[in-house]
């Protein structure tokens, strides 16, 4: 396989991993004081494992950048110590999205399509989701409240 090969796919392996960051500032701008919610911190689905978390990476970013993080991950039950003071942890899908002006779909956890459209929207302070992969797009990315952003895919706008 020729290297330029190579260089080329992990260029785009990083433009796919910082695609959240690059549409939260182009939604909000200044991040500094937003609510920005998170579901899924583990790199995938079945465990609890933080490490090569592209989660965790964007969380540190938005804590860097200013914003409050409320996170939740049905696998995860607390935090390492390097997180716990940046990361609001908790119990519940819902919990993350109070107040939130975005939603980051970050791990296809099986309990995320089953939030009703309804609670999100009255849950959140804007319900904006990015969900990078299309995993709620038969769900929330379904319903015309909510501005519902992929990969790919133009923006679907809530209808107010």
């Not at 396989?1 to 796919?16: D, E, K, Q, R």
């Not at 965790?56 to 995860?76: I, K, M, N, T, Y």
């Not at 716990?84 to 819902?94: D, P, Q």
């Amino acid at each position: 396989m020729p290297i330029h090969l190579l260089s080329g796919v992990h260029a785009a392996n990083n433009a796919h991993r910082n695609w959240p960051r690059r549409k939260l500032e182009e939604l909000l701008g200044n991040l500094r004081e937003r609510r920005i919610a998170i579901w899924g911190l583990a790199y995938k689905p079945g465990t609890d494992t933080l490490r090569r978390s592209a989660s965790v990476e964007l969380c540190e970013w938005l804590v860097q950048a200013g914003a409050f993080v409320q996170a939740h991950d049905p696998a995860v039950k607390s935090l390492p110590a390097e997180l716990s003071g940046k990361i609001h942890l908790v119990a519940t899908a819902r919990d993350a999205l109070v107040g939130a002006e975005a939603l980051v779909v970050a791990t296809e956890w099986p309990e995320y399509p089953t939030m009703d459209a309804a609670t999100l929207v009255s849950t959140m302070k804007n319900p904006t989701v990015l969900d990078a992969s299309r995993f709620l797009a038969s769900t929330l990315g379904a319903d015309s409240r909510i501005r519902y952003m992929t990969v790919g895919k133009p923006v679907y706008y809530a209808i107010r």
